[in-house]
């Protein structure tokens, strides 16, 4: 696989990649202003009360090209974000199925890409212009500029890394926006209890959402939804309590102050402001022992939780936790 930009990015992961932590759950950072505290909030994609998260399973970015007047549309969105072709043939079911993957890699760019498929024996006249050899062949568009990529299929473990690569490439040349989904999937209906929860939660009834989630986890131990939604349910309720000048205040005067460290660090998660939270209870940890350090570490693992277990400031922060107990 190759890209022709002269100064290859620094390959990172897609910002929406990682998935929200809990399906239903409330969103944080949009719950309320605590105490006259509002934070602008960062943190991980959270699942809204319909269970609709940001690069959901069933939202698609892929436009399958079936004449010239198509592949003409989409050469022009190439203005608005990167396109990625992915040139197939009906006697090839490999560069079909391969297209299928990166389909489904594009869509996890939540419309920062979008990939076109086209088939050459119904379009020869662009297998011709873009001189293909093989199929599958990938070129990328970026403001109507083609951009080799490959002439062959490539592991799936090498799409994401060179999709990130393409984004950096193509903001430096001034392509960076958003497309809608060509498709949408409904969500999958909610457990019953779910259900009751979201319902409770949309309601205002915090203690009513805390209870259906307690109810599900009773009648279903495996049922690691609900515990996480339950973390966020008793965060929320703890933040909304608060007045949150008077704790930061109390944090600031005395950083001895297991408790108000801990109420500090729900604060900065409930406002989106995560890496700050694990930060301070990271050094409350390292500085206590005993009962106090097993109370702030139960916290953190908590709103480990409450972040997502894949979001990269809670595997970071697992990793220097690990560090700090051994």
Do not use: C, W
């Amino acid at each position: 696989m190759s890209m022709n930009p002269q100064n290859p990015a620094a390959r990172a992961q897609p910002d929406d990649a990682v998935p929200a932590s809990v399906r239903g759950a409330v969103d944080l950072g949009a719950a309320a202003t605590v105490g006259g505290h509002a934070g602008t909030n960062s943190a991980a994609p959270q699942a809204g009360p319909d269970g609709s998260t940001p690069g959901d399973a069933g939202a698609s970015y892929r436009r399958d090209v079936g004449d010239i007047q198509q592949f003409q549309e989409v050469a022009e969105l190439s203005a608005q974000v990167p396109v990625v072709l992915v040139l197939t043939a009906s006697y090839s079911p490999e560069s079909t199925q391969f297209a299928d993957q990166v389909s489904a890699e594009i869509d996890r760019f939540d419309g920062r890409l979008l990939l076109a498929v086209a088939d050459i024996e119904r379009l020869p006249e662009m297998a011709q212009a873009l001189q293909v050899q093989s199929v599958p062949t990938v070129v990328a568009m970026i403001g109507g500029r083609p951009v080799p990529i490959a002439q062959s299929t490539v592991p799936v473990e090498q799409l994401a890394p060179v999709f990130t690569e393409l984004l950096t490439l193509a903001e430096q040349n001034g392509v960076n926006g958003r497309v809608e989904p060509t498709t949408s999937a409904e969500p999958e209906p909610l457990p019953p209890l779910h259900q009751e929860a979201v319902d409770k939660l949309e309601a205002g009834d915090l203690d009513g959402a805390q209870a259906a989630y307690e109810q599900a986890i009773r009648e279903n131990p495996g049922d690691n939804q609900a515990k996480l939604a339950l973390a966020q349910v008793q965060l929320l309720k703890r933040v909304t309590t608060m007045d949150a000048n008077a704790v930061r205040k109390a944090a600031a005067d005395d950083p001895a102050d297991v408790t108000a460290q801990l109420d500090v660090a729900d604060l900065d998660v409930s406002g989106g402001h995560v890496e700050d939270a694990f930060r301070r209870l990271l050094d409350v940890v390292r500085r206590t022992a005993g009962e106090e350090r097993e109370t702030v570490r139960q916290r953190l693992v908590e709103l480990f939780g409450v972040v997502g277990a894949e979001d990269p400031r809670v595997v970071s922060a697992r990793s220097q936790l690990m560090r700090a107990l051994f």
